[in-house]
């Protein structure tokens, strides 16, 4: 595993500061969680968490002492963010649960870091690391259990996910990031026994936590074990495409595409757009992924084929732009039982990517110019004209567009 100290983020000087700030109280600071477990692993940490021994005001007063922005966001569970050079850091208090209904915790403070340690979801996830580089492994099976890629609940499993049922969903997650072979017997059973738990959480974590997870490279071994264990039911109802989904998530790893959740969740979808329509309102999906999964699953979305001639390339595209026509591409590509066509899928893609959106060459002062009266009927009849300057592969002749506009004044003014 790699050492943490030959990380960017550990030698980030807004990190170290942080770290400096709280260690000048005697708070004894540590990264934890996620970007320690990253950094042993030597793939991308995206956010530095800090735990620490000071309580949320002395933590506060300390970061404010050294001059940087302090923001209380979850003060009564000990969580405050530092923010150094537009970077938020989540610094939060060691702390133990009192008691939890499975969806918040009433915390007491702590100096104890295995204490802090215990109430984490996972052992891979209870690793601590001081400014130094030294990593701490309090539960004494963190590292062993990364460096063998198993994914396991801290303690009794189905203790962890009453603590908070979204452990469930994280469960299945974590381990199609960091987990190798069978996912664990235990975690699997605790999920499968308090799996109606997973109701009771808010559509925001539930979207949050499934969007990250579509994210995973080849996530369907969890998902079919999530399936098996009848959560996926309760989150993601009705009927799934698991081949199509499957199929996409290939293409995207042997192309080294980055995949886009709300494409492959159109993938995994089989109920058409009312299954789409229910699940935006369930996961409270934003205005643009609700409009964009909707569209993906539409009964009669456009016909888009690996054998499009470049002509008709370009008329889809500008009809329904770049980033849809190649959601559907993927979508179609991930149906195509012919491995020849392959190339031909990339190549649509490609074109797509590179592709410039043209501007018809009229204004509305032309058309009034050329005796359309001003107002509504100026629109209708520059969208005639646009209609047969797609049909004409958007020709950048001039004359021949005025000669069509007078041609259609002549006939309809």
């Known amino acids: 595993m790699t050492a943490i100290v030959h990380q960017d983020w550990f030698r980030d000087a807004s ?76 610094v939060t208090t060691l702390r133990r649960d009192v008691e939890t209904d499975g969806r918040r915790a009433v915390v007491a403070f702590t100096k104890d870091w295995a204490e802090d340690a215990a109430r984490r979801d996972f052992t891979i996830n209870a690793l601590y690391a001081d400014v130094a580089g030294q990593v701490f492994d309090p539960t004494g099976q963190g590292l062993a259990d990364l460096r063998a890629g198993r994914v396991r609940f801290i303690g009794d499993a189905g203790a962890r996910i009453q ?106 979808l ?28 539409a009964h009669a979305p456009p016909k888009i084929v690996s054998y499009l001639s470049i002509r008709e390339v370009r008329r889809t595209l500008y009809r329904i732009g770049a980033e849809r026509f190649v959601d559907f591409c993927k979508l179609r590509w991930a149906e195509d039982k012919k491995p020849s066509n392959q190339m031909q899928w990339r190549a649509l893609i490609a074109m797509a990517e590179s592709w410039q959106r043209p501007k018809l060459p009229l204004t509305g002062a032309q058309a009034i110019q050329a005796g359309v009266p001003p107002g509504p009927e100026v629109g209708r009849v520059l969208a005639e004209v646009e209609d047969w300057w797609i049909d004409a592969d958007f020709t950048d002749d001039e004359f021949s567009i005025v000669e069509r506009l007078k041609a259609i004044v002549q006939a309809t003014v």
């Open 163 to 268: 603590e908070d049922y979204l452990r469930i969903l994280r469960f299945f997650r974590i381990h199609a990031f960091y987990g190798a072979g069978e996912l664990d017997g235990d975690g699997l059973t605790a999920c499968r026994v308090h799996a109606p738990g997973v109701e009771k959480l808010s559509g925001e974590r539930i979207q949050k936590e499934m969007l990250r997870f579509l994210c995973a490279e080849m996530p369907s071994a969890a998902l079919r074990a999530m399936a098996a264990t009848g959560v996926l039911g309760l989150v993601l109802p009705g009927q799934l495409n698991f081949a199509r989904f499957e199929a996409m998530a290939a293409n995207e790893r042997d192309t080294f595409t980055n995949p886009v959740p709300i494409v492959r969740l159109a993938a995994l």
């Open 15 to 90: 990190a170290r500061s942080v770290m400096e700030a709280l260690s000048a109280a005697g708070g004894m600071p540590r990264f934890v969680g996620g970007c320690v477990r990253n950094a042993l692993l030597n793939v991308p940490v995206d956010d530095v968490d800090i735990a620490t021994t000071l309580e949320p005001g002395d933590a506060k007063a300390a970061l404010e002492a050294k001059g940087l922005k302090a923001i209380p966001t979850g003060i009564e569970h000990g969580t405050l963010t530092a923010v150094v050079d537009g970077k938020p850091f989540e």
């Open 270 to 297: 089989g109920g058409g757009e009312a299954q789409a329509r229910w699940l935006a309102d369930r996961w409270r999906l934003s205005n643009k992924d609700a409009e964009r999964l909707e569209a993906l699953c």
